[in-house]
């Protein structure tokens, strides 16, 4: 069974740091490309960042360029998304999501983990 | 950066009803459209991608077409099942990769 499984959410105080991880299975990881989108609560999808198959192509939204990092380890199977600098509005529910497509950087998202909410207040 | 508008924002529709979602890209996006619906509480899903390709497993009664600028996705007949938010999304080589501000669909 595809499954992405997230974790490292929390409630973090405004200007301090939180690190999300995502485990990916059930299939050929460093095939896809994968990506972050966020909801905030009664909000809509926000695309955050992403990352290809060998990281050599790394994106992020305005709203997070220079505070996140998404890094991935194709041996462990895992993403990462260093989150620095976090202010009230990064307050999202925060999904791992693959590509449906193989060896391409964008495309629709066909897989999406079950979330990680951060909460960012003090 | 391309935005991307859907009208309308809420729609109440009779079960068995033709249903019509409109997505608005501001700038051209050829085909690089995708659709997901996501159900209250639930994680969202992908329905159709390339604009009118429909996901495996994804009932037949829902469609979408378009190209360019102006899309749509249709639900030929709404079932209580299909009560949820859908979103568009353009995935073109140009980031970021916007969403709509979303559709809810409820039924009267």
């Known amino acids: 069974e595809v499954q992405l499984v997230e974790s490292g959410g929390g409630l973090v105080q405004p200007g301090r740091s939180l690190k999300l991880s995502c485990a990916a299975s059930?299939?050929?990881?460093?095939?896809?490309?994968m990506h972050w989108v966020r909801q905030a609560p009664g909000k809509g999808l926000e695309w955050v960042s992403g990352?290809?198959?060998?990281?050599?192509?790394?994106d992020y939204a305005d709203s997070v360029k220079g505070r996140f990092t998404f890094s991935r380890d194709n041996a462990k199977n895992s993403l990462y998304l260093q989150m620095n600098s976090l202010r009230t509005e990064d307050t999202a529910l925060y999904y791992c999501v693959k590509v449906r497509q193989q060896l391409v950087f964008v495309g629709a998202f066909d897989i999406w983990g079950q979330g990680t909410m951060v909460t960012v207040s003090s | 950066d391309i935005q991307m508008t859907q009208s309308p924002s809420s729609l109440s529709a009779s079960v068995g009803d033709r249903v019509t979602i409109a997505c608005r890209a501001s700038q051209g996006i050829g085909s690089y459209l995708a659709w997901y619906q996501q159900k209250p509480g639930k994680v969202p899903k992908l329905l159709i991608y390339a604009a009118s390709t429909l996901q495996s497993g994804v009932p037949p009664r829902f469609s979408g077409s378009g190209f360019g600028t102006d899309f749509t996705l249709t639900i030929s007949s709404l079932q209580p099942e299909d009560v949820a938010t859908y979103y568009c999304q353009k995935y073109n080589s140009v980031p970021p990769w916007t969403f709509g501000q979303g559709t809810k669909v409820e039924i009267k």
């Open positions: 059930g299939f050929t990881f460093d095939d896809y490309a």
């Open positions: 990352i290809s198959w060998n990281s050599g192509i790394i």
